[in-house]
């Protein structure tokens, strides 16, 4: 499975973006999705995540309400919807597949693929 994201740039606080994430293969629903973004200095750290289904989805805490995790099973593709952005939500977000498509995992290393990231800027 190959993973590429797009849709970052520079943006206000209080604007909005949404990242796209574009897989290849045929089994894209066979595999849970996720967001994860990493700062300077800083650990990379789950965003979001939704299952193989579509049917569930799970948030950090920090993001809760302002970003929304959707995924289109018949484009390959999974959407991160991020509104209010704030200056901390500043990072390089990276898309990550699981084959275990029924599970949602916050840790890094259940991720089998990854994709090269975008960078999100939010200017205060």
């Known amino acids: 499975v190959q993973l590429v994201e797009s849709g970052g740039g520079l943006v206000q606080a209080g604007g909005s973006l949404r990242l796209s994430c574009a897989a290849s293969?045929?089994?894209?629903?066979?595999?849970?999705m996720a967001w994860f973004r990493q700062a300077p200095g800083k650990e990379r750290e789950f965003v979001a995540g939704?299952?193989?289904?579509?049917?569930?989805?799970y948030y950090a805490d920090s993001v809760k309400g302002r970003f929304t995790i959707s995924r289109d099973n018949a484009k390959n593709t999974v959407y991160l919807q991020m509104n209010s952005l704030k200056p901390e939500d500043t990072a390089v977000y990276y898309c990550?597949?699981?084959?275990?498509?029924?599970?949602?995992?916050?840790?890094?290393?259940?991720?089998?693929?990854w994709g090269q990231g975008t960078q999100v800027t939010v200017s205060s």
């Open positions: 939704i299952r193989g289904s579509g049917g569930g989805t």
């Open positions: 293969g045929r089994t894209f629903n066979g595999y849970s």
């Open positions: 990550a597949a699981n084959a275990e498509s029924w599970s949602i995992r916050t840790s890094k290393d259940p991720y089998d693929y």
